[in-house]
């Protein structure tokens, strides 16, 4: 037969004595007669709160509870045994690991007749839903001085683990990165650094206690020249982002050079908030160009077409780290059969989203968009660097070029699929960190107006020719991240005609939610750009995007909402 306290303040059913039924010979009543009388009083304001509050006797019985303790430790708390606390919950220490000492959790030093503040502990258990809390325990002894009754609160702090353990993940993603990251804080003077990953203490020497707190200028102090410093500091105060290659000497080693890449993050009114840099090795990268160099200067007399063709690569590598300075297209190439017209709207200061368009060589150009799950600082991060490793830059570490395979070093443009592969075994799948990207890559050629393409998990591009708009076929292949390193890609080709039009978008255009649930969807995109199939790509591109804002109807933006559109000319 379960025990059941005479003292127990009952619920008020209507029968309006409430718990003034309580025998008040029976401790602790007996000693302080008006202490129930004031618990039901005071019902309704404890009912309100949102902490669980209740009081226990010494041997463990519940004497009294809130709604907030029925809801958190179950609707029959009030009857449970004192011997049942150690068998009805399973407990977790802060650690996350199982507590083999019942006797050190707060919850039972509490029932012993402890005073405890503020201690953590996890709670679980059938009926119940698995929580985090922070216990807090006074007792009230008796004249002998031993424990009669006491009250406990227990607040639910999942919210502040949650949060815990999302900036911890962060940290992981960032420490992680094989480039060195800084983070500084444009809004105060000198723009002090804020954050600094463990790679930045192998690229630049620093430590990140030496790192932190100073301006932001002490990344320009081993600048290749003056002139380049100069120029980025311009750059930067302008609201651009800036790059240049730094030199520093390790040892007996040699020289060591970085290239240093700061971007400017803008909030909502386009003022900058912070600068976000990016410091890469690229030794291997001015080695290969010192020996081209050196290559070209000896056969220069004797092989023109030797000559001509470096000639050629050094221009190369020089477009690609001119587009490198920007994250996105700042300025579209300007090719005579295409025309190109994009849009990227962040739902938060920092986006996950990503686009590109890279001038492969004289017929070939690459367009790229990606998506990373989640948002704020770690996807924006991996973005970052996945988009630095899509620059143009013939070598044998490029993804976007492979070498032909003939005498010399003679490279082509590698094909989607395999530069899908490449990331895919570059990123592979974290436990830690929970992240992958989906992606779509695609190779347009504009002597033969072909357009090859491969999709990991994005979704495929539109098609609108002669007033009509359809989804093209996509892969089915899975996100980078997510499936094997060693699995392949299937790519798709299309041919184009003059007057045609491609849209690479992420979807956060489909996903965008109006106040009812209802998702913008693919058909409604489809009817959009039907009807505006004869305005300019630019506006297409624009009224789009202003549809889907008007679709929310004023609501909070839940993904990033990125498109690339290019047109074929005549």
């Given at each position: ?32 007669p ?13 009912d309100a ?7 226990v ?9 809130n ?13 449970i ?36 503040t ?21 007792p ?27 900036m ?86 040699g ?26 090795d690229i ?18 007399a ?9 000639h ?8 690609a ?9 700042s ?7 295409l ?20 001038h ?15 948002h ?37 443009v ?65 996100p ?18 003059p ?39 630019k ?10 804002r ?21």
């Amino acid at each position: 037969m379960r025990y059941t306290p005479t003292y127990h303040l009952a619920p008020d059913h209507g029968n309006g004595n409430g718990g003034a039924g309580a025998d008040v010979s029976t401790p602790p009543v007996q000693s302080h007669p008006g202490l129930f009388e004031q618990l039901r009083g005071a019902q309704r304001v404890f009912d309100a709160i949102g902490d669980a509050f209740l009081v226990v006797d010494q041997p463990g019985h519940v004497l009294y509870c809130n709604n907030a303790a029925r809801s958190l430790l179950g609707k029959d708390i009030e009857s449970i045994e004192p011997g049942e606390w150690r068998t009805r919950f399973r407990y977790r220490l802060p650690d996350g690991s199982l507590s083999r000492n019942l006797d050190e959790l707060p919850l039972m030093r509490a029932l012993r007749g402890e005073a405890v503040t503020r201690q953590e502990m996890h709670l679980s258990g059938e009926g119940i839903r698995e929580v985090w809390v922070s216990v807090s325990a006074r007792p009230v002894n008796n004249e002998a001085g031993q424990f009669e009754w006491g009250y406990l609160i227990l607040r639910d702090i999942n919210l502040r683990k949650w949060s815990e353990e999302k900036m911890r993940l962060h940290n992981h993603a960032m420490d992680s990165a094989s480039d060195g990251i800084v983070i500084a804080d444009a809004l105060q003077n000198e723009q002090p650094i804020i954050y600094v990953n463990e790679g930045v203490e192998r690229l630049m020497g620093y430590s990140r206690d030496e790192a932190l707190d100073q301006p932001l200028d002490v990344l320009f102090d081993s600048a290749v020249e003056d002139e380049e410093s100069a120029r980025a500091r311009e750059e930067l105060s302008k609201g651009m982002p800036a790059t240049l290659e730094l030199q520093q000497q390790r040892g007996d080693d040699g020289p060591t050079w970085t290239r240093l890449s700061i971007t400017p993050v803008h909030d909502r009114t386009d003022s900058v908030t912070h600068f976000i840099a990016i410091l890469s090795d690229i030794s291997d990268l001015i080695e290969t160009e010192r020996r081209l160099q050196e290559a070209t200067e000896e056969l220069e007399a004797a092989n023109a077409k030797i000559t001509q063709a470096n000639h050629r690569m050094k221009r190369d590598l020089e477009a690609a780290a001119k587009v490198q300075r920007n994250l996105l297209p700042s300025a579209l190439p300007e090719i005579e059969c295409l025309r190109f017209a994009w849009s990227l709207k962040a739902s938060e200061e920092l986006s996950g989203d990503i686009l590109n368009v890279i001038h492969l060589d004289d017929e070939n150009v690459g367009m790229y968009i990606l998506d990373v799950t989640g948002h704020g600082v770690a996807s924006s991060m991996l973005s970052v660097t996945v988009s630095h490793l899509l620059t143009p830059i013939r070598s044998a570490t490029s993804l976007v070029f492979e070498r032909s395979g003939g005498p010399g070093q003679v490279y082509r443009v590698a094909s989607p699929g395999k530069v899908a592969m490449r990331l895919s075994r570059r990123f592979r799948w974290d436990l830690e960190t929970g992240q992958f990207f989906t992606f779509l890559y695609g190779v347009l050629n504009c002597r033969e107006q072909t357009f090859h393409y491969a999709c990991a998990g994005h979704p495929p591009p539109i098609l609108v020719a002669d007033g009509e708009a359809r989804p093209l076929e996509g892969t089915g292949d899975l996100p980078i991240g997510l499936g094997s390193p060693r699995a392949s890609f299937e790519e798709t080709q299309i041919n184009l005609d003059p007057g045609n039009r491609l849209y690479l978008y992420s979807d956060g255009m489909e996903e965008a939610m109006n106040p009812q649930g209802e998702l913008f969807g693919v058909e409604r995109m489809l009817h959009h750009l039907r009807e505006h199939a004869g305005s300019s790509l630019k506006e297409s591109v624009n009224k789009l995007v202003e549809r889907t804002r008007e679709w929310r109807e004023g609501g909070r933006q839940g993904d990033d909402m990125s498109v690339l559109a290019v047109e074929v000319r005549g």
